[in-house]
């Protein structure tokens, strides 16, 4: 069985998914052998084609998986959540938050977690910005040059800003965290509902202990990927790749645990209601 996979070249989902890509690692458990057909594509690339329900396998943010969940069911492994990881709002020195109003504000996609948390601030605040949706490599340059007057930055940006001459204005995601008393979740993988009818979920689950022990064969010999990662990411310093890894691979990358779940669902019934979708469905995560 061949299977599309589809992740972001940014460290954490390269460093996740080498093993499996490559084949250092299987999708156990299953009767037939299931290998990958690899596409990577930024963040909102993977968000659109979620949206267009074309790959089997998918990394998405989770604001996006909100609207995907008729299609997709959320895998336990393999993405992106935690404490202190969240989307900053960067800005030349001298900018306040109330200046945004009706200035271009870049972000890294309309359907991504980022622009849905700055969206719930604006709304808090009573800011109305005007979005431009660049890839995330170009939003800083944006800043930097007047074309915007901020930018959500993700990724390795959360880093490396002050390199563009940038200052931090606000952390989005402690404004979550402090809010919503619960990590902020990033990122997660979906598989396509349509592969897996039979009662006891048995390709959802071999896939999900794939990624599983594709993350634990990563970690247990670093060496193996890292040239991997580094012909995908804007980023070459290595010191910056190894932080970047380190923040955005923890142990709910995984398995999303009890609190990962929460954290989950809280953010995706916003993205659901600033979309005017329904309420969620009760099967939303791969069953433990």
């Not at 940006?157 to 001459?165: D, K, Q, S, V, W």
């Not at 990358?253 to 993205?271: R, W, Y």
């Amino acid at each position: 069985m061949r299977l599309s996979l589809h992740y972001s070249p940014c460290p954490n989902d390269t460093f996740i998914f080498h093993a499996l890509a490559t084949g250092l690692v299987s999708v156990p458990g299953v009767d037939a052998n299931v290998d990958f057909d690899v596409t990577l594509a930024d963040v909102e690339r993977l968000n659109q084609a979620a949206s267009a329900g074309l790959p089997d396998v998918c990394k998405v943010s989770v604001a996006a998986a909100a609207g995907v969940l008729g299609e997709y069911r959320l895998l336990r492994a393999g993405g992106a959540l935690g404490r202190g990881v969240g989307p900053i709002l960067v800005s030349r020195a001298g900018t306040r938050l109330e200046d945004l109003h009706g200035k271009r504000v870049a972000i890294p996609g309309r359907r991504t977690t980022a622009n849905l948390i700055f969206g719930l601030l604006c709304r808090e605040r009573g800011i109305q910005p005007l979005p431009v949706e660049l890839v995330y490599d170009q939003i800083m340059p944006a800043v930097t040059s007047g074309d915007c007057a901020a930018g959500v930055v993700i990724h390795e940006g959360r880093f490396t800003y002050a390199e563009h001459g940038l200052t931090r204005l606000l952390d989005l995601g402690a404004w979550w965290e402090q809010e919503r008393s619960l990590p902020i979740p990033l990122g997660c993988i979906v598989l396509r509902r349509s592969l897996d009818l039979t009662p006891g979920l048995d390709l959802a689950r071999a896939v999900n202990a794939g990624i599983r022990a594709s993350l634990e064969h990563a970690r247990a010999h670093p060496e193996a990927s890292r040239e991997y990662i580094r012909a995908h990411t804007q980023e070459m310093d290595p010191g910056v790749i190894a932080r970047h890894i380190k923040m955005f691979v923890t142990e709910a990358s995984l398995d999303i645990g009890p609190e990962g779940e929460a954290a989950t669902l809280a953010l995706m019934a916003e993205a659901r209601r600033a979309e005017g979708l329904g309420p969620l469905p009760e099967d939303v995560f791969l069953p433990e």
